[in-house]
Every structure is written in structure tokens, then in C-alpha cells.
């Protein structure tokens, strides 16, 4: 057997050492927190809605997406690479998808970069799965019973006050939020900015009332002083 053919039998066999934590993907979903994977899905909210009869955005309506069939949304129009992908979206493919959605299939026209952490990824497809006329049975941790819980989230470089959670999740499905906080802009260029996305990049509409509360927390901490901009330490 040469180097060449050997290589490709590992990278074959191998492909959840390349994404982390493939193969414990079961024992991740006995353990996910419902509540916790609704959280992650605002990372997914500016390109996708979840609810049955919800509208397409950037991306498909994702109602039934665990177990269901691959590029399955009515009226979507999927790239070529994510038709050709086919089968059925079980818990393991779609943790390898969203560990790293351009290696899982490549050619996917789907821009996030993806969610390192396999709880993370249990936790979104545990929330997913909830969105189904037939569910999968996960074992995932009772949403009521999490939401009890007393937790603390972290929002990178931004700042933690009032609009921070819907303006890092709006933001960061696509971007670092140190490009945020690096902008230094008026409200009316900040709205500007997100017209600009929207017509220019594709980026979906943020729904009301997130926007404004989104371009108020901009304009408080990330105006054209950038009075939160993080500063270099000092020598």
C-alpha cells in the first residue's frame, strides 16, 4: 500500500478526530441542555427561523431538520454540494456539519464558520430536535428544569450591558465581535451599516424590536469615540 492510498484510508476513517468529539456525539446528546442549545441558536437566528410554517431568511426554515432529509425545505433554493449530500440529517452528520459546515460538505454556500465546542453543538441540536411532528428521542436534560439554572455568558470583547446578547449573537454568526467593536460609528452609520449588509452581503433582517435594541447598544458603547473599544495595555 503506498503513503498515498494509506493517507486517505486514515483521513477516511479518521474524520471524527477531525471534528471534535464526532464519535461521542450520543453520549453529548444524553447530556444536552435544551434551554442551553436555544441560547446557541441565536448564533443561527439571522439566517434561520425554527418554527413550523416559519419563513425562509439567508437560509432554509430548519423545522424537522434532525432526522429529516438533507436540502428538505419547501422553497429554498440549495446549493448544488448540499443536494448532492443527500441522505438524512441524523444527529452525527449534523454535529459534523456544524463543527465545521465548508469540511462537512464542501461547496455549501453556508457561511458560519462553525461551533468548536461538541456541547455546544449537543445542546443546539437537542433545542432542534424539539421542532419536529416526530422528535428523536435524545434523553436531552428537561428545558424547564435548565432554565432554572443560574448562568453566566460570555460576550468576547464587548461590552455587558443591555443589548449585548442580541447584538454578539446577531453579529457573530458571521463575525469576531473585536470587527464590532473596531468600527466606531454614528447610530445613523450603524444603521446604514445594516442596510448595507442586508442589500450588499446578504445578511438577513434583524426583526424588531432586536434591531433597535442592537443599534442602541451600538450607539451607546461603540460610537465614533469608541469609549469601549478594548486599548492596548500600556509598556
Same mark, same amino acid.
Given at each position: 500500500?503506498?503513503?498515498?492510498?494509506? *493517507? =486517505?484510508?486514515?483521513?477516511?476513517?479518521? &474524520? !471524527?478526530?477531525?471534528?471534535? !468529539?464526532?464519535?461521542?456525539?450520543?453520549?453529548?446528546?444524553?447530556? /444536552?441542555?435544551?434551554?442551553? !442549545?436555544?441560547?446557541?441558536?441565536?448564533?443561527?437566528?439571522?439566517?434561520?427561523?425554527?418554527?413550523? !410554517?416559519?419563513?425562509?431568511? $439567508? #437560509? @432554509?426554515?430548519?423545522?424537522?431538520?434532525?432526522?429529516? %432529509?438533507?436540502?428538505?425545505?419547501? +422553497? &429554498?433554493?440549495?446549493? +448544488?454540494?448540499?443536494?448532492?449530500? #443527500?441522505?438524512?440529517? $441524523?444527529?452525527? *452528520?449534523?454535529?459534523?456539519?456544524?463543527?465545521?459546515?465548508?469540511? =462537512?460538505?464542501?461547496? $455549501? *454556500?453556508?457561511? &458560519?464558520?462553525?461551533?468548536?465546542?461538541?456541547?455546544?453543538?449537543?445542546?443546539?441540536?437537542?433545542?432542534?430536535?424539539?421542532?419536529?411532528?416526530? %422528535?428523536?428521542?435524545? /434523553?436531552?436534560?428537561?428545558?424547564? /428544569?435548565?432554565?432554572?439554572?443560574?448562568?453566566?455568558?460570555?460576550? #468576547?470583547?464587548?461590552?455587558?450591558?443591555? #443589548?449585548?446578547?442580541?447584538?454578539?449573537?446577531?453579529?457573530?454568526?458571521?463575525?469576531?465581535?473585536?470587527?464590532?467593536?473596531?468600527? +466606531?460609528?454614528? *447610530?445613523?452609520?450603524?444603521?446604514?451599516?445594516?442596510?448595507?449588509?442586508?442589500?450588499?452581503? +446578504?445578511?438577513?433582517?434583524?426583526?424588531?424590536?432586536?434591531?433597535?435594541?442592537?443599534?442602541?447598544?451600538? =450607539?451607546?458603547?461603540?460610537?465614533?469615540?469608541? @469609549?469601549?473599544? @478594548?486599548?492596548?495595555? =500600556?509598556?
Amino acid at each position: 500500500m503506498t503513503f498515498a492510498v494509506l *493517507r =486517505a484510508c486514515l483521513l477516511a476513517t479518521a &474524520f !471524527g478526530a477531525a471534528t471534535p !468529539g464526532l464519535a461521542d456525539i450520543d453520549a453529548a446528546l444524553s447530556n /444536552a441542555d435544551i434551554a442551553k !442549545g436555544e441560547r446557541v441558536f441565536m448564533k443561527c437566528k439571522a439566517c434561520h427561523t425554527v418554527e413550523q !410554517g416559519g419563513s425562509r431568511k $439567508t #437560509g @432554509p426554515n430548519l423545522y424537522g431538520v434532525v432526522g429529516g %432529509p438533507v436540502a428538505a425545505s419547501d +422553497g &429554498f433554493k440549495y446549493s +448544488g454540494a448540499l443536494r448532492d449530500h #443527500g441522505g438524512e440529517w $441524523t444527529p452525527a *452528520r449534523l454535529d459534523a456539519f456544524l463543527a465545521a459546515p465548508r469540511a =462537512a460538505v464542501k461547496g $455549501t *454556500r453556508m457561511g &458560519f464558520a462553525g461551533l468548536k465546542d461538541q456541547a455546544d453543538r449537543a445542546d443546539l441540536i437537542a433545542y432542534l430536535n424539539t421542532f419536529s411532528d416526530n %422528535p428523536l428521542s435524545l /434523553a436531552a436534560a428537561d428545558p424547564a /428544569a435548565a432554565a432554572d439554572a443560574d448562568e453566566e455568558y460570555e460576550f #468576547g470583547v464587548l461590552v455587558d450591558a443591555p #443589548g449585548v446578547e442580541a447584538t454578539y449573537y446577531a453579529c457573530t454568526a458571521c463575525h469576531s465581535e473585536m470587527i464590532v467593536a473596531q468600527q +466606531g460609528l454614528s *447610530r445613523k452609520k450603524w444603521d446604514e451599516l445594516l442596510d448595507w449588509m442586508v442589500e450588499e452581503q +446578504g445578511m438577513a433582517e434583524i426583526d424588531e424590536p432586536e434591531r433597535t435594541e442592537i443599534l442602541d447598544y451600538l =450607539a451607546a458603547h461603540y460610537n465614533e469615540g469608541r @469609549p469601549n473599544f @478594548p486599548q492596548p495595555a =500600556a509598556n
